[in-house]
């Protein structure tokens, strides 16, 4: 019971300071742009709010969009969000998830993507599938630390990320291969957000001075890295999760900024499509019964956003 109290402090202390550090930079308010290129704002509206703390999100195939919803006081869950408002509870008591991944009607998800977790170096954390249709949920992986941005190759491995810790980096994890997980790499910095448009995988970094993205080889996660640099003073300005446009752009979320980047992976070049998103964690285009057009973001104040372009 000493050993629980003693978890459960260090929890809620991590939590208090965390809050504290995003209420800060709130208040001084968000960085100004200086991306590279001006861009068209795209329109911001509340698509829905009133949830715990939202760390990511995903779309099914039968126009669900699911989200990765923690609390502080207790376990979280997977929840789910129809086009006409109507919210639920796809899979409950879920210990602090992290990355989506739909396949189907099987959901992949993150758990243990704590703070604690990350800073404490505890191995507690799982990429868990649930069949949305069934119910039926199972563990594909364990042993994990921290594990919070999540994405699928097209051979079926997936990779997360770890953000948090003395080991930050990208591990993955070996299709049919459940106990294979693999740190690939450790030289990415605070990794966090994570993309692939196939070819190449897309990684973030959160909280050093100088953001940037690495580009791999999706083939060869271990091989040389291109960094494109991303505009903002990274404790200030966080960047979180991230997704690959149907234009084949990046659409990075900052989180502590509360903004949208665009970012062309060739050029480099960036413009901010959206701002005056507190706590934005990630975005994605809409799927089935969405605006496929649309933007939708996540937040810590439990709001999902859309950004709809001009």
Known sequence: MKARATTVAIIVASAVMTSAVMTSAVAMGAPSASADSVCSPWTLGTVASGFGTLENLA???RGSLLLSETSLLGTGSIRSLQPD???GVVVPDV???GGLVTDGDL???TTGNGTAAGLFDLHD???DTVDVLAGERSTVARGLVMPNGLVALGNGDLVVTRNLGATTGIT???AGEPDSAETVRTDLGTANGIASDGDAVYVANTFEPALSIAVLDARN???DARRIPVDGFGPFTASDDMTVGPDGQIYLAQNLAGRVLRIDPESGSSCVIGTGMPLTT???FGGPGWDRNSLYATSFDGTVRQLTPP
């Open 59 to 61: 779309f099914d195939d």
């Open 85 to 87: 408002g109507t919210s």
């Open 95 to 97: 210990t602090s998830p």
């Open 107 to 109: 959901l992949y998800f």
């Open 125 to 127: 954390g799982t990429v």
């Open 172 to 174: 993955r994890i070996h």
């Open 221 to 223: 996660l271990a091989g």
């Open 282 to 284: 990630s975005v994605e």
